[in-house]
Structures are given as structure tokens and as C-alpha cells.
């Protein structure tokens, strides 16, 4: 008998990768579409559906996939919309995006979160937090989001949108402006964007010496290469970056009481640098009774995969 | 046949109070022991059982009682005990208190959670939140407690001590010591107690004049009266403890997107003052998508019954 399959499919301002994967978590058959040369949903839709039946096909898994699940920005797990995403052409408006899906591809039902949930429940299913119930998931990209998951489901809220961790207060006053329109949230400082501007920041600011002052515009990945060669101010940027995110952190577990905090994404790749302060942060701002019993563990998902196998977990839900 | 019926019981570090509750939740009989004049808790849950044998023969519901719920001071919903609770003299170490009561009470299943828990299970049972399967309660007494609610269930985390949002951090620099052993934590601005150090410190920092210097102690009670006559910096007292309040609130929709946020407790009482500056601070420090979208109610228990109804909950569940 032929085997279950799922689809999993990243839905990113530029592109879309989607995949068919396994119950083990294995990406059978992968490919990637252009999101972004679309101005209108239905023709994106369309191009989507192809590649799909391309790589069910290739894959000769044509009726064993049992479900479809969708990683997309502002996605409403609730609604199967997506709602006034900015990023990307045709969702400015709210978009039905999981009916619309189904519907191309032959009622196949189709389950639709955003990203960062869809990588809570892909670690959930077969990365760190396998056997897991409770834990946080803090997604380090461009931005910072989160998935958060109690008594082994994610929590999406009263509208579907819970989870926005990345824009609670980091710095009350004075605090950076972040792309959300507040001020000080914690996406300002530990994002990729968050730790590039605190390196233009410092560079401005004082007069030590650093590997930095020779680079006409700043990454994260920049201040990650420096601190592995060494460089003192590239070093405490990413200390000063790990203590905000482990104030927060505490925060956080004063709320849910996590088994543990996961963290994924571009900037984690930074952590040698990042988990020592990290850590000491939030053990100096948790109740004594979670001090030192929380674990912050790194995503064990293949970073290439790992969009397409969050997504593609929600698949096995339905 | 006769009707079913639960029994509700607060343990407060001075009295205790416990009740037997109809499912409408109506206090058919009621009644205090002491907490605070028992070393051991053998002899205390002896003095229990009896008082509760006592009312069950006067509300003539003898064999009618489905289950015991109890509130208490660090009370473990996952195990059943009071672990480490300083306010209890015989609390100091883990305290099988769920299943000693029962034991004395022929084998009634006993439900035991702390008190914010239990007051959030009250008001979706009887109170404000009926209805809601998400929310927030926050109850604002000598310090700050809070019970979660998430898809209709009190959030307890991994290890049962979730919903601690009184130690989130409100201030992060030169924050006041709170008794948990932290600094800056809500609970030491917007308590009872941290209102009335409010009051100390402003009456000491400035000249302006308030009803409140004529006194020697000043309460939290003190505080509200005097804003009640038109004392000014009373009432920003209650602007400031409110704005602090509602920027915290913030954090936690972003969490949890609740559809409510219910306030209860004695400082909850002084909503003339504090309603405003909370929704203010609510709207605008959180992400525009929930802006103005989050309801802030008050608790709408009787105050007297309030705790044993909230204790009283937990056993329908059982």
C-alpha cells in the first residue's frame, strides 16, 4: 500500500519552496516558485498548483498526500486567510489562500498558519522539541517571531494571530522604532536588522577598534564573521543582543512556564556568542523556581528544509 | 434526587474560607477556620474536614458533594500540593494537601490550584468570562496573581506554576525590590502594596499638597478614598499604577491574543481611576491589529463569595 504523504509550503515575499515530506520528516521531492511576480493571488495560486502536481508526480505520490500545510506571513490558522500582509503583492487585503489552494488541488484539505507557528509544529514533529508539550519557539530572521505551544498544541488566540512576541517591549522609553509602528519592541534589537543597527549604533557612538570600521554597510552575518575572528565589539554586540532576548525570555516563562525555549532562524547560527548571555539574562530575571530548569536548545531542523517541514507538520494535523 | 453539589475552599495565610456551592453558583452554606494557629498541616486538615463535614449536614447535601476544589498559595494543579509557600506556617516544604483532604473526606476527589488560577476558573464559570474561552485574569490584591485561559483551560505549563504575570518586569532599570527576591516586577507597582509605596515615595519626592500627608500609614484604601474626594496626586497615583499596568497588559495580548482582560481584586475597586489610564497605556503600547479590540472588564463575583466560588469551579471540572 502506497505510503501517507504530507506537502509543506513556505509562502515568502520573493519565493515560495514547497515540498512533499514523509511521517519521518523527509523532503521527498522539493521545489521553489517566484512569489513575487505576482500582483494578483489567483494566478499565483495557479503556478502553486502546478509545481505541486510536478512534484507529486515526481515523487509518484499521486493520492497519498493526505494534507497540505502552509507557512505564510499574517496566515490565520482560524480562518485559512491571510490577512494584510505587507510583504507580499497580492495580500494587502484578506486572502483565502488555504480554500483557494484546496480548491486547485482537487479538495486535498490544506491547513494554513504563519511562519514561525508552522515552525513550532515542525519541531514539535521532528526536530528539538519532539516529545515536548510545552515549549516557545523564537524564530531569529529578518524580523523576531514566535510560536508558542501549550499542552502540546499552538496557541493562536482569541482571532488566530496569538504569538507576537518579537514586538512585546524590550526598552520602554527611548526605545528603537521598529517596523510595526511601537517603539523598543524586541524585534528592534534581536533580529538580524536589530543587531546590524546596534553595530552602525556603536561604530557612531565610541572609538574602539574593530573589524566593522572597514565594511561600507553592516549584516548580522558581518558581525557574526567578526566576532568569530575575534573582534572585541562584534563580541559584546551579540552579548548585548543575547541579554535583551533572555530579559524578555523570562518574561515568557513567567507566562506559560515552558519546558523549554527554542530558538531557529539566521541569527542563531551566532551561538557560541549568543547563549551565554542569553542564559544569564534570563536566569537573573526568572522566579528562583524556573531559575536554571528551563532549557534553551537550537532548532534541529536542516536550515534548507526546515521551512518546508514546519509547514508540511501542520499537514499531518488535519 | 437530590442536587449535585461542590464544595469551594480558600487557604489564606491568616483564615480559611470554604463553602459548599450549587452549579449556579449560589454559596448555600459557608464558613472560617484559621490557618495561622497550626505548626502541622495534619491537625489543620483535621479542623478542615470537620468544619466541612459541618456545613455539608447544614445544607443537608450529605452524599451529594461531586467534588472539593481548593485555591491556595502555590498550590500545584499537575500534583496536588502547596510547594514552598512562605505564607503558611505548616507550607514550607511540599505539602500533599489534595490528597490528605481527601483521605479525610472519604475519598471526595480534591482539585487544587492557586488562588489567580482558581479565581479565572470562577469567572468563566460564573462571572465576567462566561462564554470566553480566551482571557486573561489579573487580580490585583496585596500583590498581583494572574490565571491564563487558553482554548477554555487554565494554562499550568510544564511543571503546574505558569501564570506569574505579577513578576513579569515592568521596570527593568533602578526597578523597586519586590518580595520574590527580583526587581522592577509589577507586583511591586501595581499591588496594594505597591500603590501605597507609591504614595510614600511621591509624598516624599514632591511639595504638592494631598489629603494623604495628614496621615501616618498610608493603604491602598487610603489612596482611593482620597481620589474619591478630588485629591489630585492621588489620582495621578492611580494614573501611574494604571499606565504601568496597562503597558505589561500589552505584552500579554501579544502572547496570548485574549479576547478579555479581567481585573479583580481589592485594588480593582478604585476602576473609576484606573480603568482610563490602563486602556490607554493597553492601546498604546500593543500591535494595531488589536488595538481597541481587547475588552477590559472587572470581575463580576461577589467579592465575599469570590473566592470560594473561584475554588468552588475547579471541582466541576473534576
Given at each position: 500500500m502506497a505510503q501517507d504523504l504530507v506537502i509543506g509550503i513556505d509562502v515568502g515575499g520573493q519565493t515560495t519552496k514547497c515540498g512533499v515530506v514523509d511521517a519521518r520528516g523527509t523532503v521527498v521531492e522539493q521545489t521553489v516558485i517566484r512569489t513575487?511576480?505576482?500582483?494578483?493571488?489567483e494566478p499565483f495560486i495557479a503556478e502553486l498548483a502546478e509545481a505541486l502536481n510536478r512534484i507529486v508526480a515526481e515523487a509518484k505520490a499521486e493520492g497519498c498526500i493526505r494534507g497540505i500545510g502552509v507557512g505564510a506571513p499574517n496566515g490565520n490558522y482560524y480562518t485559512g486567510a491571510i490577512e494584510?500582509?505587507?510583504?507580499?503583492?497580492?495580500?494587502h487585503h484578506k486572502v483565502e489562500f488555504a480554500k483557494l489552494l484546496s480548491e486547485q488541488m482537487n479538495g486535498i484539505p490544506v491547513s494554513l498558519t504563519n511562519d514561525a507557528n508552522a515552525a513550532a509544529v515542525g519541531e514539535m514533529t521532528?526536530?528539538?522539541?519532539?516529545?515536548?508539550k510545552n515549549f516557545i519557539m523564537i524564530t531569529l530572521g529578518t524580523g523576531v517571531g514566535s510560536g508558542i505551544v501549550i499542552d502540546g498544541k499552538v496557541v493562536y488566540g482569541h482571532d488566530g494571530?496569538?504569538?507576537?512576541?518579537?514586538?512585546?517591549?524590550?526598552?520602554?522609553?527611548?526605545?528603537r522604532a521598529c517596523n510595526c509602528g511601537?517603539?523598543?519592541?524586541?524585534e528592534a534589537y534581536c533580529s538580524a536588522i536589530g543587531v546590524a543597527r546596534t553595530a552602525r549604533e556603536w561604530l557612531e557612538m565610541t572609538d574602539e577598534p574593530s573589524l566593522?570600521?572597514?565594511?561600507d554597510k553592516i549584516s548580522s552575518k558581518d558581525v557574526y564573521e567578526a566576532a568569530k575572528e575575534g573582534d572585541k565589539l562584534a563580541v559584546k554586540i551579540f552579548e548585548y543582543t543575547g541579554r535583551i532576548l533572555g530579559e524578555k525570555l523570562a518574561d515568557f516563562i513567567e507566562f506559560s512556564a515552558p519546558e523549554a525555549i527554542v530558538l531557529f532562524g539566521?541569527?542563531?547560527?551566532a551561538k557560541e556568542f549568543l547563549t551565554e548571555p542569553i542564559q544569564k539574562a534570563m536566569d537573573e530575571n526568572v522566579l528562583a523556581l524556573w531559575r536554571g530548569k528551563v532549557k534553551l536548545v537550537y532548532s534541529q531542523l536542516k536550515e534548507s528544509d526546515a521551512a518546508i517541514l514546519g509547514a508540511s507538520a501542520l499537514a499531518w494535523e488535519l
Open positions: 513575487d511576480t505576482y500582483e494578483e493571488v494584510s500582509a505587507p510583504n507580499l503583492k497580492w495580500g521532528y526536530g528539538a522539541a519532539r516529545g515536548m494571530f496569538a504569538g507576537e512576541l518579537g514586538h512585546t517591549c524590550a526598552v520602554r522609553h527611548n526605545g511601537k517603539n523598543g519592541c524586541l566593522l570600521r572597514s565594511l539566521g541569527l542563531a547560527r
